[in-house]
Nanobody, 126 residues
């Protein structure tokens, strides 16, 4: 049974920072590419960041580039999203996802991912 569990969300003022964590179990973690997506009320699910199996390829959405950092620790079966300089528009439910694929473009596509976490709420206030 594969499980992805996000944590670290919460309420933060604009300009502040949060670190999201995703704990994976039930899969050979090192073989999976991992992604972060977010969904704000009334909006489509949006790609945020992804890291390939082995960590050799990292991709960010333009909206978060320079502010967010994705990383993985295969020894701990963990993926992280460090979020700095948070903006009001970063408010969303953030989801962790896992998938097996080799094409770089697939990292940004929700349909590429097989497993999803339950999400964690990030709220940025003024």
């Amino acid at each position: 049974q594969v499980q992805l569990v996000e944590s670290g969300g919460g309420l933060v003022q604009a300009g502040g920072s949060l670190r999201l964590s995703c704990a994976a179990s039930g899969l050979t973690f090192s073989s999976y590419s991992m992604g972060w997506f977010r969904q704000a009320p009334g909006k489509e699910r949006e790609f945020v960041a992804a890291i390939s199996w082995g960590g050799g390829t990292i991709v960010y959405a333009d909206s978060v580039k320079g502010r967010f950092t994705i990383s993985r620790d295969d020894a701990k079966n963990m993926v992280y999203l460090q979020m700095n300089s948070l903006k009001l528009e970063d408010t969303a439910v953030y989801y962790c996802a896992a998938g097996l694929f080799a094409v770089v473009r697939a990292l940004q596509r929700p349909n590429s991912y097989t497993y999803w976490g339950q999400g964690t709420q990030v709220t940025v206030s003024s």
